[in-house]
């Protein structure tokens, strides 16, 4: 029996399928009145990771959703993929996930009903990791395979961590090697090399639990994940919502290695160029591959976090602990805004 390559049944792949950023901004917009709750402590107003309720017991609820298409051909590496991805959205804002729902679009006609129940083991297997329990879904007959999850969070107030309080001079920091959306187009496109196989799918599976540790500094700043917009605009959005402009320093980026002979082979996701042409006014300094790496969509990308410089030996010490060491070295910080650039790559 042919193997069943998933991303062949879908147009896009993982977070790259996430809808470009100025174009979800006219989506969002709206003249429409609608209601406020004074619990409410983060909505839609921010571009945050998730909203957040006020439980009015001494802890905040954390609420996430989370879905894509498929972005590896194994289905249970699918689930944990996309599992792995919605649970980021609550360890970004320093919370705990507590329950998942799973969310199911299935192409019966095409794709077999056991191949979506390897999904769902994935996804299980992720849940079972981060210690909550899939505890339910819904699933419609779609054109495309999809797949992720629903994801209540809880966190103390003083632990809650937002993407638009960075501080001036924080230092930057991430989790993760950048590069996630290359290497699934070169998989997807035949290209991948026989020693790069697996690199991408254990990044990705990989669940970003250090955010709840980071939610208890209290000199972390602020903090988000890297996903469909990539780096830049993931740094964007944090930049302007705390009215600031960053600063990096590529050659401080980390890449997952081999990287460059993908990008001379041009497998590069189509949402790279969308993103680009969604903020390129907004950034100076790109130049050459940069625009590839830090533009390129990831799918459960590391937590980027902003710090207050007096305990950057805290911190990197923290990284070291929890076997995050290779990321000791900051990749830039925030400067004061004094134009419409929100990033600057030196």
Request: net charge negative.
């Amino acid at each position: 029996m042919e193997k069943i390559r998933l991303t062949q049944f879908s147009k896009g792949a993982g977070c790259g399928c996430k809808i470009a950023p100025q174009v979800l901004e006219t989506i969002l917009k709206s003249e429409q009145k609608y209601f406020v709750s004074k619990k409410l402590i983060v909505g839609n107003e921010s571009k945050d990771d998730a909203a957040v309720y006020d439980l009015e017991n001494g802890q905040y609820l954390i609420s996430t959703n989370d879905f894509f298409t498929p972005i590896v051909d194994d289905a249970f590496d699918f689930g944990r993929i996309a599992s792995a991805n919605a649970l980021s959205d609550v360890y970004a804002m320093g919370g705990s996930p507590i329950m998942a729902i799973g969310i199911l679009g299935w192409p019966i006609e095409k794709l077999n009903a056991s191949i979506a129940q390897e999904v769902l083991n994935g996804a299980r297997s992720i849940c079972a990791e981060a210690g909550i329990p899939l505890a339910g879904g819904h699933s419609i007959d779609s054109p495309e395979p999809f797949f992720g999850l629903s994801v209540n969070g809880i966190v103390l107030p003083e632990n809650l961590k937002k993407n638009n309080t960075a501080k001036e001079n924080d230092l930057l920091y991430i989790t993760k090697k950048i590069g996630v959306g290359i290497f699934s187009t070169a998989e997807k496109r035949g290209k991948l090399k026989l020693e790069d196989e697996g690199l991408a799918v254990k990044q990705m599976s990989q669940l970003n639990i250090i955010g709840k540790i980071f939610g208890e500094q209290a000199y972390i700043s602020s903090m988000t994940d890297i996903t469909g917009f990539g780096l830049l605009g993931h740094l964007i959005e944090m930049a302007e919502g705390s009215n600031l402009k960053a600063e990096i320093n590529y050659n401080c980026i980390p890449l997952i290695p081999g990287i460059a002979h993908y990008i001379s082979q041009m497998c590069i996701p189509d949402n790279t160029y969308r993103n680009w042409n969604s903020y390129e006014k907004k950034v100076e300094g790109i130049t050459g591959d940069s625009l590839f790496t830090l533009c390129d969509p990831q799918t459960n990308g590391g937590l980027m976090v902003a710090i207050d410089p007096k305990n950057k030996k805290k911190f990197e010490e923290l990284l070291t602990q929890n076997k995050l060491s290779e990321f000791i070295q900051p990749i830039g910080k925030m400067t004061e805004k004094k134009s419409d650039i929100a990033v600057s790559i030196l």
